[in-house]
């Protein structure tokens, strides 16, 4: 079965980075794109970005665009959003979504937090 | 800057019926914004329900149906169930700068 899953929760200090992983399973990871989507406490699902698995192209929303890297290693069938310069306002869940939006992965918590 | 805009909140009664919209501020939803929509409950992950207006995923209970309702992408329950209660989202894709964006979400309580 198609499974999406995440690295554990951060801690980070204001202008840190921070580094979350997706690792896919139960398909031909190449096949489909990942998109990163962030959820702050209380607030609606933000997109982030997107990378296709096939030939590592991104494309990234204009709000995170000189923040964020989205990366992947088709060798370990995972993907990684870095995010850098954290603010408090960053404190959030990170999740990780096949590019149809049918599976997600479980949601990393970053809390940044001086 | 574009939004998309769903009803804070809504309320049903067990067994009742109703309808989520979700609104581009760009004009009329059209099936060329491919909408789809997801429920999430509290400390889950949004859960898939409907993708390109209006088809299931195979884990999508009969109840769930989407739709195009007077120039929005509509969700609706029909015989709601007490664990129907979660937020709803839509989510309609643009292309261009910013190919994909989410509605604000609608609480849904049963009563």
Partial sequence: QVQLVQSGAEVKKPGASVKVSCKASGYTFTTYAL????QAPGQRLEWMGWIKADNGS????????????????????????????LKSEDTAFYYCARSDFSYWGQGTLVTVSS | QTVVTQEPSLTVSPGGTVTLTCASSTGAVTSDYYPNWFQQKPGQAP??????????????????????????????????QPEDEADYYCLLYYGGALPVVFGGGTKLTVL
């Fill in chain 1, 35 to 38: 998109h990163w989507v962030r």
């Fill in chain 1, 58 to 85: 991104t494309k990234y929303s204009q709000k995170f665009q000189d923040r964020v890297t989205i990366t992947r290693d088709t060798s370990a069938n995972t993907a990684y959003m870095e995010l850098n310069s």
């Fill in chain 2, 47 to 80: 859960r898939a329900l409907i993708y390109s207006t209006n088809n299931k995923h195979s884990w999508t209970p009969a109840r769930f149906s989407g739709s195009l309702l007077g120039g929005k992408a509509a969700l609706t329950l029909s015989g709601v």
